[in-house]
C-alpha cells in the first residue's frame, strides 16, 4: 500500500440516488486517487453497488456531482465513461460462458489494443488463463472467471477500475490471489475502486476505505483508523 496524496481521478460529491421513490444514496462523498486502491465498504443494502453503478454512469444521480480527472459527468453515458478510461467489472463477473478464454479476452480489443498484446498481458498476469486459453469461459471455475474478467477489464488500460464483491462465492485462497493482483494494478497507477461486503479481506491492500450503512457514509479513513471501529459500524454503532 501507498500513501495516499495524489488527487482524485474519479470524485463523488454530495451525491444522492434513488429507486423510484425510495431514495437509497444521501449525500455520499467518496474520492480515489490514482495509484490506490480505495475500499467502499458496509453491510448488504448499504448503498455500495448503487454508488459503483452511479460512478460508472449505470444510475443516476439526482443531486451532487461527479467527478472524473477534475471534470464534472454528470448525465454521462456509461459507454462515453468506458472510452475516458473508467472500467466496471461488476458483481457476477460477466464473462461470456459461450466464447472462449482468448474469444473474452479479444473483446478488450476495442480499446485500440491488438489481440496478442492483451494475452500477452493477461497471461503473464494469471499464467491460469493462458493454459486455458480454448476453453470455454462458463466452464472455467469461479475464480478463474473472476481471474478473465479483471484480466479483460485490465487489457483496456483504465485509469478507473471498479469491482464490485470481487470476493463473492470464492475460496479464501483464490480471493488472496486476486487481492494481489488488485494492488499491483494499483500500484501501475489506476486508481481502484473495490465494493466489499467483507471488510478484512479488501482493507489488506486498501489505502483508504469509505463505509456506507443505510447509503450514508459511517465512516471514512485509513485500514488502520477503521479497524477498532469496524464492527460498531456494521452492528449500528455508528449510524
Not at 460512478?55 to 477534475?70: F, K, Q, S, V
Not at 466452464?139 to 479483471?150: I, N, P
Not at 490471489?177 to 478484512?200: D, H, K, S, T
Amino acid at each position: 500500500m501507498t500513501t495516499v496524496e495524489a488527487s482524485p481521478l474519479v470524485e463523488l460529491r454530495g451525491i444522492t440516488a434513488s429507486y423510484g421513490p425510495i431514495d437509497v444514496l444521501h449525500g455520499i462523498d467518496l474520492a480515489a486517487p490514482p495509484g490506490a486502491v480505495t475500499a467502499l465498504l458496509g453491510p448488504n443494502g448499504a448503498g455500495k453497488t448503487t454508488t459503483l453503478r452511479v460512478l460508472a454512469g449505470l444510475h443516476p444521480a439526482t443531486a451532487g456531482d461527479i467527478l472524473l480527472a477534475g471534470r464534472r459527468v454528470n448525465g454521462a453515458r456509461a459507454d462515453d465513461l468506458a472510452r475516458a478510461g473508467l472500467c466496471l467489472v461488476p458483481e457476477g463477473r460477466g464473462v461470456f460462458p459461450n466464447l472462449s478464454v482468448r474469444e473474452n479476452l479479444r473483446v478488450a480489443t476495442h480499446a485500440g489494443h491488438g489481440l496478442a498484446q492483451v494475452e500477452e498481458v493477461a497471461y503473464a498476469r494469471f499464467p491460469k488463463l493462458g493454459e486455458r486459453r480454448a476453453q470455454l469461459a462458463g466452464t472455467l471455475s469461479g475464480g478463474e472467471q473472476q481471474m478473465l474478467a479483471l484480466a479483460r477489464a485490465v487489457a483496456t488500460d483504465p485509469g478507473v477500475l471498479l469491482l464490485d464483491e470481487l470476493s463473492m462465492g470464492l475460496a479464501p485462497i483464490v480471493v488472496g490471489e486476486l487481492y494481489e493482483q488488485v494492488a499491483r494494478i494499483a500500484a501501475g497507477g489506476v486508481a481502484v475502486v473495490v465494493v466489499e461486503q467483507f471488510a478484512r479481506i479488501a482493507l489488506r491492500v486498501a489505502d483508504r476505505a469509505t463505509v456506507l450503512v443505510g447509503g450514508r457514509v459511517a465512516a471514512e479513513g485509513t485500514p488502520g483508523e477503521l479497524e477498532g471501529s469496524l464492527a460498531d459500524v456494521y452492528l449500528g454503532g455508528n449510524r
